[in-house]
């Protein structure tokens, strides 16, 4: 069953953004004392009475301004507000009552959601200043005093917003969704993926770099399975992250990879693999998550005789550390083999899952064994008694010998490799662990 969704709107830096930190117990947005810092929507579960409902963060909203981000920031609330069924209208007691306010009230009006009105900022305890009283004449009934940062108020704000929820009894809807990050360089396509994907605008899309901040979350569901897909603000190299808001970005990034289950690399066609693309998918095999590399914008590629495989193999060599990952050509400008990237990713979070019996790895092990002698050194070789699973996600084995001195690299890379064969394992980083006998 759907939970209940709030969304909380306002004008820029009324501290929507604060409000949803501590309300969600997270710092999920990205809080900077600078005007339309959030830009997408931003999601996150909330508990309350033991009931669970979503919140929505979203960009502040300018009714007059007619930037190009701007007015997209205020269609991604306007959505927010039709997705919503509650809606927290946050203002700010410092600046006092603006003719924005008033607008945005005249928005919700029309809306015809319910609304709770609140008033940021009062952060002293006992009755509200004199100035809160104004906020009546917003005509949305009884203004709730909140403080963001100290929490003061947020209790009689859920209890408000409570009000207007119905919570319908959860049933078990099969499997949790993937979560899939999309990662890459800014303005490789990311956001235009996911808004292919679900067939509207779910990001902010243009060709300014660096549009998205966020970590974004939208559920996406298929023939191929169910998605909760994470576009990501593109990873620049760190000279040329000036701003602190950027920083928080990349920040969020790299959380937004330690929480996926599937990591897809986005390169651009035309630019190949770059140093940073390196570091991004270098960063999310060391966590240890599944993999696919998505080579997008492949409609503007000018064709000849086997351009896919060429490219195919530079990939391949450039991130030689992640051969195992596989390559998917795509548009999403065109949804050109969208269908074998989520089938792709599917098949590499189940392969980031699976665990082999014992008795199976060492039949593996006996025949390599067999097949190429362990090394030796100074008359002494290396003995491997047996291995065994140990955990997932990414697969682990554990090797018990009698030196692990003897263990080289090379051997190492050999047995990864007859495993491959025998397995699979397409799509996820493996990982040894030597003991010892007695460790």
Sequence with gaps: MRMPVVAIVGRPNVGKSALFNKLAGARLSIVED???????????????????FMLIDTGGIEPMREDIILTQMRRQAEMA???????????????????????????LYRSGKPVVLCVNKVDQLGAP????????????????????????????????????????????????????????????GKSSL???????????VSNIPGTTRDAVD?????????????DTAGIRKKKKVEDAVEKYSVIRSYMAVERADVCVIMLDAAEGVTEQDTKIAGYANDQGKALVIAVNKWDSIEKETNTMERLRKDIQHELA???????????????????????????????????????????????????????????????????TQASVQPPTFVFF?????????????????????????????????IRERGE
């Design 34 to 52: 600078t005007p339309g810092v959030t830009r997408d929507r931003i999601y996150a579960n909330v508990e309350w009475r033991a009931k669970t």
């Design 81 to 107: 507000i039709d997705t919503a069924d509650c809606i927290v209208f946050l203002t700010d007691i410092q600046t006092g009552l603006t003719a924005d306010d008033q607008q945005i009230a005249n928005m």
């Design 129 to 188: 200043p004199m100035e809160f009283y104004e906020f009546y004449n917003l005509g949305l009934g009884d203004p709730i005093a909140v403080s963001s940062v100290h929490g003061n108020g947020t209790g009689d704000l859920l209890d408000a917003v409570f009000e207007h929820l119905t919570f319908e009894e959860q049933e078990e809807d099969g499997d949790a969704p993937i979560k899939v990050a999309l990662l890459g360089k800014p303005n490789v």
């Design 194 to 204: 996911i808004n292919r994907l679900l067939g509207e605008e779910r990001c902010i």
């Design 218 to 230: 939208a559920l996406y569901t298929s023939d191929i399975g169910n998605f909760s897909l994470i």
């Design 321 to 387: 550390f992640m051969s195992f990952a596989p390559i998917v050509f795509i548009s999403a400008l065109e949804g050109q083999r969208l269908p074998q990237l989520m089938l792709a990713v599917k098949e590499a979070a189940a392969e980031n899952k699976r665990r082999i019996s014992t008795g199976m790895l060492n039949d593996v092990l006996n025949d390599a064994t067999a097949r190429v002698q362990p090394p030796s050194d100074k008359g002494r070789r290396l003995k491997i008694y047996y291995m």
């Design 401 to 433: 010998v009698n030196r692990k001195d003897l263990f080289h690299f090379s051997y190492q890379r050999y047995l990864e490799n007859r495993i491959r064969d025998t397995f699979g394992f397409k799509g996820t980083p493996i990982r040894f662990i």
